[in-house]
């Protein structure tokens, strides 16, 4: 690519009825003074597009971390969630577990308290039968038993 300063310095071999020299000298210099314009604009442009390019990839990383942390996050919620509802259906087991002991306890008492009860009642009629048995005996010795006078 020729540089606007090869432009400007280029000289030019001089004919009979060529062109004007001052013409073409000044044309030359708008030329490289163009060509020089356009390059740093395009040197800007460069600059610009790679920052912005810099800039979008530091984008694509934010936009790759922020989906890495919902994931995360979502992951994170569900285990969670499924911890939650294990606890709750091991509190659940556990309480039923402890009721039903209650209820079997319960049960195993009311049936000792019968069984008591049975007993006492049973003690109880042998305990009418003996004393009736040792009143009736004692009434027999009693009328047994004569005083002499």
Do not use: C, W
Request: proline share 1%; charged share 35%.
């Amino acid at each position: 690519m020729i540089s606007p300063f090869e432009i400007e310095n280029k000289e030019f071999n001089s004919k009979i009825s060529g062109y004007n020299k001052t013409e073409v000298d000044e044309y030359l210099y708008k030329l490289s003074n163009d060509i020089e314009n356009v390059i740093k604009t395009i040197e800007m442009k460069e600059k610009e597009i790679s920052r912005l390019e810099d800039e979008l990839k530091k984008f694509h990383r934010i936009e790759k971390n922020i989906t890495e942390a919902l994931v995360v996050a979502k992951e994170t919620a569900n285990e969670i969630i499924n911890n939650a509802k294990q606890k709750s259906e091991n509190i659940i087991a556990q309480n039923e577990n402890k009721a039903k002991n209650i209820i079997d306890q319960a049960n195993r008492e009311v049936l000792n308290a019968k069984q008591e009860f049975q007993v006492v009642k049973k003690d109880m009629n042998m305990y009418k039968i003996k004393m009736r048995s040792l009143i009736d005996s004692q009434r027999e010795l009693n009328e047994s038993i004569t005083i002499d006078e």
